[in-house]
């Protein structure tokens, strides 16, 4: 059923056919343009200028593990302090609550 509503339905057709000549329009064809690169590399002696700058980092820094290290101990330390501090609150709330609740005897 969805291939004959492809197949059939003037809307689909007329969007392939504007995406066709949206694509088919380039200043040169498929061939000029691999010939102008070669070339162009070619007389720029390998075109340094276009390589990535990945190619420069470490590989600990290509895969951000100095970021992702970072974020992991900030987050550890956040949770380390929040248990501490929510730990140090309960004993002194429970230990209040028994010292009245031994007075109360």
């Known amino acids: 059923k969805n ?5 059939n339905n003037e809307k689909y057709t007329k969007n392939a056919k504007s995406s066709s000549e949206i694509f088919k329009d380039r200043s040169m064809s498929p061939e000029q343009s691999v010939v102008y690169w070669t070339e162009y590399v ?7 200028h276009l390589k990535s700058n990945a190619y420069a980092l470490t590989w600990y820094q290509y895969y951000l593990l100095d970021v ?6 900030f987050v550890f330390i956040v949770l380390f302090v929040t ?3 929510l730990k140090l609150g309960y004993n002194y ?3 209040n609550f028994k010292q009245i609740k031994t007075k109360c005897e």
């Not at 291939?3 to 197949?7: E, K, Q």
């Not at 070619?42 to 340094?48: D, E, L, T, V």
């Not at 992702?68 to 101990?73: A, C």
Request: aromatic share 8%; proline share 4%.
């Open 3 to 7: 291939v004959l509503d492809l197949l």
């Open 42 to 48: 070619i007389r720029h002696k390998g075109a340094p």
């Open 68 to 73: 992702i290290s970072t974020t992991v101990m």
């Open 83 to 85: 248990y501490k501090v």
């Open 93 to 95: 709330v429970f230990d």
